[in-house]
């Protein structure tokens, strides 16, 4: 991560198309995990299904807001 003026970016990683369970190649759990030791949030998401689409943006937008506190 590199820092913009003294804040650090907040990231998350979103994982997309989660409905195609059968083409999976990273699992939610891997995912999550590196999520966790990189520090940031992950999402998984499916336009298709309609699933944690909305719930990205403001997890992002939290993990801003928590940078902003720390600067």
């Given at each position: ?57 403001p ?12 600067g």
């Open positions: 991560h590199e820092a913009v003026g003294d804040q650090l970016p907040a990231f998350v990683l979103v994982g997309h198309k989660c409905d195609l369970v059968d083409e999976r190649t990273v699992s939610a759990e891997e995912a999550g995990h590196l999520a966790a030791t990189l520090g940031m949030d992950f999402v998984e998401t499916s336009a298709h299904s309609n699933l944690n689409v909305e719930l990205a943006f997890t992002l937008a939290g993990g801003i807001q928590q940078a902003l506190g720390q």
